[in-house]
């Protein structure tokens, strides 16, 4: 296998539509039609690749082949004419002063090329793999169209699963619509019931100092401590931030709520153990029960609960306060 | 089954006969309320029990409704993606033709578990073709016909396609003009 082959130009042309033959002075003696295309109706012939192209690579030109120096080199062209394509072949010294035989391809900027040249099939070798490249491209953004829609239509069967959701992801206790939904139940069939608001104090400290690991690892203990406290039937709600809510059906003595609300301000005040260090924390409780109302609301009886909390928050933290529920409030409750 | 073949099949039924058509098929069939999701396996039996009840409901044969969801597939309003995909294949319907054996791999690349017909082609002739179409549900020769009559059409191109009575699940091809019309415009690049 030796010896040279004649191509005439058409065999060139359907072979390796984007070539260009120098001649021995180094100026342009002819293209492929693909490369003719790019530059539109400028004639080449006759012109220096220079004039044509920013030769970026070969830095010093192609000077060394078109003397003989080199036998093959890499190229990199950008067409001067203000295309938007980066060139890349293989230039070919033909020998004996005849010049140079360059072959080119669009690479990577042939999604951008078939746009600005309106390039077709017939414009590429049947070998070159530019259309199934294109192919690609296009089945790609059809799936990743369809990824898309796939994510956003599970991002807002998530968000409304969330919504919908009664639990607190992270301490398992009722979340606020979990604890409201229970309220109007037990509105709803007139029970007596107790609300017990529950603050943590110094929260914020082990927050600010140990980070948010740490913060959640309280948030997780007191779910623990206020599910032990609490009996089956009694419900334990985190209505947000640091903030609890324990409510028990059945039970309306501020004797027995102060009983249990000291037993759990003194769990909470137990340190809590995280990552070699201990978190201290305790609570402040204000509470309120169904009985001080004629006809007991939600806001009401939790918004009552929140002052009698701030009372128990100015009279030192980590202590329990029943909401003082005056004649006035019943009246405005009934009107 | 991938769940995008089960898709074409809910798109040609709400395309062709109305959302009410499809409800009334999904429910026979058994799909959640959710809809078929594009990207999932099923099992071919939910593939058949979409059929069947298609078939119930549009009283026709599931060789037709084969048809013409892979018609509908190619020349549906929502269906320019796809052709297009198609159009890679070949410059002209010849070229099309041949390109019909890599037409797995060129799916598979795309979308990797997705199981399209097998088809190999056998020139018979100058312009005569048989289509060898096997797939893990009978009846993939009517929808690679339904697919091949909406493509004749895309390219312009006059041709015939029947099943064949000597090979089971195989298509002959016969073409009569390669350019009997304009065809539909087909650019590398998409027209923004």
Redesign the interface.
């Known amino acids: 296998m030796s010896g040279t082959i004649e191509l005439n130009g058409g065999a060139l042309a359907a072979l390796m539509p984007m070539h260009m033959i120098l001649d021995g002075d180094g100026v342009v003696r002819a293209t492929g039609p693909t490369l003719s295309k790019i530059f539109a109706d400028e004639d080449m012939v006759g012109r220096a690749p220079h004039d044509l192209f920013d030769v970026r690579h070969p830095a010093d030109g192609l000077e060394k082949l078109l003397a003989g120096y080199v036998p093959r080199q890499k190229v990199r062209f950008y067409p001067r004419n203000g295309a938007r394509c980066a060139l890349k072949g293989e230039a070919i010294a033909l020998g004996g002063g005849q010049g140079v035989f360059i072959n080119l391809s669009l690479g990577i900027s042939i999604?951008d090329a078939?746009?600005q040249f309106?390039?077709?099939?017939?414009d590429f070798a049947s070998t070159d793999l530019a259309?199934?490249l294109?192919?690609?491209v296009?089945?790609?953004n059809?799936?990743m169209g369809?990824?898309m829609r796939?994510n956003s239509r599970l991002s807002a069967a998530r968000s409304k699963a969330q919504e919908q959701a009664l639990t607190d992801m992270l301490t398992g206790l009722r979340n606020r619509r979990g604890l409201n939904l229970a309220l109007e139940a037990l509105i709803a069939k007139r029970a007596v019931f107790s609300v017990l608001h529950i603050d943590l104090d110094f929260f914020k400290t082990v927050n600010d100092t140990l980070g948010h690991a740490a913060g959640d690892e309280v948030l997780r203990r007191v779910g623990e401590i206020l599910t032990d406290e609490t009996r089956g039937h009694d419900i334990a709600a985190r209505a947000g931030g640091d903030e609890f809510v324990v409510v028990l059906e059945g039970e309306s003595d501020p004797k027995v709520l102060k009983i249990l609300s000291d037993r759990i301000i003194a769990r909470l005040e137990e340190p809590i153990p995280f990552d070699g260090t201990l978190c201290k924390i305790s609570g402040s409780i204000g509470a309120t029960t169904s009985r001080s109302y004629r006809y007991p609301a939600i806001d009401q009886l939790l918004h009552d609960a929140d002052v009698a909390l701030y009372a128990a928050k100015d009279a030192g933290k980590g202590c329990f306060r029943m909401a003082e529920i005056g004649h006035e409030d019943d009246t405005r409750q009934t009107a | 089954m991938h769940g995008l073949v089960n898709k074409a099949i809910q798109a040609f039924v709400i395309g062709a006969h109305g959302p009410d058509a499809w409800d009334a098929v999904a429910t026979q069939a058994g799909v959640t309320p959710d809809g078929i999701e594009a990207f999932a396996q099923y099992d071919d039996a939910l593939t058949e029990r979409l059929l069947s009840a298609a078939m119930a409901h549009l009283n026709t044969s599931r060789d037709a409704i084969l048809e013409d969801t892979g018609a509908f597939l190619v020349s549906g309003p929502s269906s320019e993606a796809l052709r297009r995909l198609l159009r890679f294949g070949g410059q002209d319907f010849r070229d099309f033709l041949f390109s019909l054996d890599d037409l797995r791999d060129r799916a598979r690349l795309a979308v990797d578990d997705l199981d399209l017909p097998v088809l190999h082609l056998h020139s018979a002739g100058p312009n005569s073709f048989v289509l060898d179409c096997g797939w893990t549900i009978p009846g993939c020769a009517a929808l690679v016909v339904g697919v091949l009559r909406a493509m004749a059409d895309d390219y312009g191109v006059l041709a015939m396609m029947d099943f064949s009575d000597t090979r089971p699940d195989a298509i002959e091809i016969t073409l009569f003009d390669d350019a009997h019309s304009a065809g539909r415009e087909f650019e590398l690049a998409v027209v923004r």
């Open positions: 999604v078939v746009r309106g390039l077709t099939q017939r259309v199934e294109l192919y690609l296009e089945a790609k059809a799936v369809e990824a796939l």
